[in-house]
């Protein structure tokens, strides 16, 4: 937003900017949202400040879709006030209506501060005005039936509430009727679990990784992965980059690990080549797992420069990695197994990734569908019989997953396992994945 940044107490500015850089209201592609945060906080020096930055950016990332109708139902013309404008005070209502520990008057503050620096005093005036009338709701401007009186429609209602375009909840609707559709909104307004994978192939792990289930707010245990509730587990996050840094554990959803699992990965035959394997997270997994021969390639150059120390970090030996285009299989010998953790809407972890939500558009599922079916098919080719096929999703569109079924098992692949969301299931996190033979 090119706001002055010494008008913004630092941790709003880091906000803002972070936001800013992720959704541009240019209109331009946005960055990575964590990758884009972290660059913004690492100018902070206070810690308190690095955890109300973060909190501020993905809080309203989260809940821009209620924010953004919580402000506009209380400008006289919204049509006319500048984008600009209506992101500060949604960014000032989401600490309004959702940070007790920050003072009303101190939002107001810097919020119409912010205002006044780059539109002046005029807008500021609005922006105090509106951000006071929210003020006087309280408890109202988090009810459902504040925002149920203000919309026309039941879609309209979720949209405001549940805080996610119009586009999303009509297909999610489509797809997987009403009640699957409430449990995916409510599971992406909820903070994820903090997930930590035990380093297996190192001695000591299963001491780690028993020690590391003691800690308060334990949601997930499956050796070696575990998740934790973020708010309950304060003393865990300190203690992890000593752990990491030493290649005793990696950060990784615990929904990584169920789905490893559930698809039975201890019997997939090797060698085992990950096709999409951007910065190895899943393929190091499978090594620590007891996995051989894992080989890793992504078309990516940036992402698979990360991959070789990553494997050094865990101590792993270093696997046979290289560039390749999943579409043009470039493989001389076969695989036993290919695994393809597709490129997706990542409409399955919307809680980790808020921003996607606002990305993405209908148009992009019917891309990535094509891009997959291409990279299904490329795959298919190079399989033995008797070979198997992974094809995995961290999404939740019917076209890029059981579509995608539909078009491998009529290649001549047979099922051997399914692993479906359980959206009631306490990850929070949706990952899709199935497992076929090639006859």
């Given at each position: 937003m090119?706001?002055p940044?010494?008008?913004?107490?630092?941790a709003r500015?880091a906000a803002?900017?972070a936001?800013e850089r992720t959704?541009?209201?240019?209109?331009?592609p946005g960055?990575?949202?964590?990758s884009?945060?972290?660059?913004?906080?690492r100018?902070?020096?206070?810690?308190r400040?690095k955890?109300l930055?973060?909190e501020?950016?993905?809080?309203y990332?989260?809940l821009?879709g209620?924010?953004?109708?919580?402000?506009l139902?209380?400008?006289?013309?919204?049509?006319?006030?500048?984008?600009?404008i209506?992101r500060?005070m949604?960014?000032?209502?989401?600490?309004?209506a959702?940070?007790?520990?920050?003072?009303?008057?101190?939002?107001?503050?810097?919020?119409?501060?912010?205002?006044?620096?780059?539109?002046g005093q005029?807008?500021?005036?609005?922006?105090?005005?509106?951000?006071?009338?929210?003020?006087k709701?309280?408890a109202?401007?988090s009810?459902p039936?504040?925002?149920?009186?203000?919309?026309a429609?039941?879609?309209k209602?979720l949209?405001?509430?549940?805080?996610?375009p119009?586009?999303?909840?009509?297909l999610?609707?489509r797809?997987y009727?009403?009640?699957?559709t409430?449990g995916?909104l409510?599971?992406?307004?909820?903070?994820?679990?903090?997930?930590?994978r035990?380093?297996?192939?190192l001695?000591g792990?299963r001491e780690?990784?028993e020690?590391m289930?003691g800690?308060?707010?334990?949601?997930?245990?499956?050796?070696?992965?575990l998740g934790?509730?973020?708010?309950a587990?304060?003393?865990?996050?300190?203690?992890?980059?000593?752990?990491?840094q030493e290649?005793?554990?990696?950060r990784?959803?615990?929904?990584v690990?169920d789905?490893l699992?559930?698809l039975?990965?201890?019997?997939?035959?090797?060698?085992?080549?990950?096709?999409?394997?951007g910065?190895?997270?899943?393929?190091?997994?499978?090594v620590?797992l007891?996995?051989?021969?894992v080989?890793?390639?992504?078309?990516n150059?940036?992402?698979?420069?990360?991959?070789?120390p990553?494997f050094?970090?865990?101590?792993?030996?270093?696997?046979l990695?290289?560039?390749?285009d999943?579409?043009?299989a470039?493989l001389?010998k076969?695989?036993?197994?290919?695994?393809?953790?597709?490129?997706?809407?990542?409409l399955?972890?919307l809680a980790?990734r808020p921003?996607a939500?606002?990305?993405r558009?209908?148009?992009?599922v019917?891309?990535?569908?094509?891009?997959?079916?291409?990279i299904?098919?490329s795959?298919?080719?190079l399989?033995?019989?008797g070979?198997?096929?992974?094809?995995?999703?961290?999404t939740m569109?019917?076209?890029?997953?059981?579509r995608?079924?539909?078009a491998?098992?009529?290649l001549g692949f047979?099922?051997?396992?399914?692993?479906?969301?359980?959206i009631e299931?306490?990850?929070r996190e949706f990952?899709w994945?199935?497992?076929?033979?090639?006859?």
């Amino acid at each position: 937003m090119n706001q002055p940044q010494s008008t913004l107490p630092p941790a709003r500015a880091a906000a803002l900017d972070a936001i800013e850089r992720t959704l541009p209201l240019t209109g331009k592609p946005g960055q990575d949202l964590q990758s884009v945060l972290d660059q913004c906080v690492r100018r902070l020096i206070d810690p308190r400040d690095k955890a109300l930055a973060t909190e501020l950016t993905y809080g309203y990332l989260r809940l821009k879709g209620r924010m953004d109708t919580l402000v506009l139902a209380h400008l006289d013309k919204p049509e006319r006030t500048h984008p600009g404008i209506i992101r500060v005070m949604g960014v000032a209502a989401y600490e309004l209506a959702s940070l007790d520990t920050v003072p009303a008057h101190a939002t107001l503050s810097w919020a119409v501060d912010a205002v006044k620096a780059r539109f002046g005093q005029a807008q500021a005036n609005v922006a105090n005005a509106v951000l006071r009338r929210i003020q006087k709701l309280g408890a109202d401007a988090s009810a459902p039936d504040f925002y149920r009186s203000l919309s026309a429609s039941r879609i309209k209602f979720l949209c405001a509430w549940l805080s996610c375009p119009d586009w999303l909840v009509r297909l999610w609707l489509r797809d997987y009727g009403e009640e699957a559709t409430l449990g995916l909104l409510q599971a992406q307004l909820v903070q994820p679990l903090t997930g930590v994978r035990v380093n297996a192939a190192l001695e000591g792990s299963r001491e780690l990784f028993e020690a590391m289930s003691g800690h308060p707010g334990l949601a997930f245990s499956q050796y070696p992965w575990l998740g934790f509730e973020p708010a309950a587990s304060p003393g865990l996050t300190s203690g992890l980059p000593p752990a990491e840094q030493e290649g005793r554990l990696t950060r990784q959803s615990p929904g990584v690990g169920d789905i490893l699992a559930r698809l039975s990965h201890q019997e997939w035959p090797e060698p085992i080549w990950d096709a999409c394997a951007g910065r190895g997270g899943k393929a190091s997994a499978l090594v620590e797992l007891g996995h051989a021969q894992v080989w890793s390639s992504d078309v990516n150059r940036r992402r698979l420069r990360g991959l070789l120390p990553e494997f050094g970090r865990l101590r792993l030996p270093s696997p046979l990695a290289f560039m390749a285009d999943a579409t043009r299989a470039p493989l001389a010998k076969r695989p036993g197994t290919i695994l393809i953790d597709a490129p997706c809407s990542g409409l399955g972890v919307l809680a980790r990734r808020p921003d996607a939500k606002w990305k993405r558009a209908p148009g992009d599922v019917a891309t990535l569908a094509d891009i997959q079916g291409r990279i299904t098919t490329s795959c298919a080719g190079l399989l033995a019989p008797g070979g198997r096929l992974v094809y995995m999703t961290c999404t939740m569109t019917r076209q890029e997953n059981e579509r995608q079924a539909e078009a491998i098992e009529a290649l001549g692949f047979v099922p051997e396992a399914m692993a479906e969301p359980v959206i009631e299931g306490g990850l929070r996190e949706f990952f899709w994945g199935r497992v076929w033979k090639k006859t």
